[in-house]
């Protein structure tokens, strides 16, 4: 069984600034991935990121970074020169290496102030 | 780039009548799954699938509901009698499944309304 807290309900940033978006989740697995998504007012979920949990490197996507604690089972979004449209809500599922459904948690509604 | 779509986008129906909800996953994805959103609500599993057979569902999937692939390319939710609390945005997600290619792509979602 997989759990997922994301503890900022809300968030607010300016545009072009930095903001960071906290996780931290359970699971049983040893060996798994972890995803943010972000589900702009579309509603369409769009991955962002992805890291495996086998790596110790943290995963990096352009203005998109992590930074993955294994131990402390923590798994934070860094968004770099924040835009517009990165206003979104974001999520952070864990998934087993054996592709198992996603669990999600409540999410955190960021919004980019023009 | 290859992406999974939903139709409709939209269904209104009456409370106890059937819907089927569409899908067509990535083409050359194995495992298909269900979401459920409820407006303001986390996103919930459904069903999972994967080799023409379900292969794990939640509480919330009772004999109300049913998925099939038709077709080698649908994939399909059925609800036989809708309720008023069906009402949310369903998302079909497919991934590829080998080579630790895992992460799943959705779909733009189908947002049911029942009346």
């Known amino acids: 069984a997989q759990t997922v807290t994301q503890s900022q309900p809300e968030m607010s940033v300016q545009e072009a600034e930095t903001v960071t978006l906290s996780c931290t989740y359970d699971t049983s697995e040893n060996n798994y991935y972890l995803f943010w998504y972000k589900q702009p007012p579309s509603r369409q979920m769009i991955l962002v990121i992805r890291q495996e949990a086998y790596k110790q490197q943290n995963a990096t996507e352009n203005r998109f970074s992590v930074n993955f604690q294994k131990a402390a089972k923590s798994f934070s979004l860094k968004i770099s020169d924040s835009q517009l449209g990165d206003t979104a809500m974001y999520f952070c599922?864990?998934?087993?290496?054996?592709?198992?459904?996603?669990?999600f948690g409540t999410g955190t509604r960021l919004a980019v102030r023009p | 780039e290859p992406e999974v779509t939903q139709t409709p986008s939209h269904q209104v129906t009456q409370m106890g009548q059937e819907v089927i909800l569409r899908c067509v996953p990535i083409?050359?994805?194995?495992?298909f799954y269900w979401y459920r959103q409820i407006l303001g609500q986390k996103v919930e599993f459904l069903v999972s699938?994967?080799?023409?057979?379900?292969?794990?569902k939640s509480e919330i999937f009772d004999d109300q509901f049913s998925v099939e692939r038709p077709d080698g390319s649908n994939f399909t939710l059925k609800i036989r009698s809708t309720k008023l609390e069906d009402s949310a945005m369903y998302f079909c997600a497919s991934h590829h499944g080998r080579d630790r290619n895992i992460e799943q792509f959705f779909g733009p979602g189908t947002r049911l309304t029942v009346l």
């Open positions: 083409s050359n994805h194995l495992y």
């Open positions: 699938f994967y080799n023409n057979e379900i292969s794990e």
């Open positions: 599922p864990p998934a087993p290496l054996s592709g198992d459904k996603l669990t």
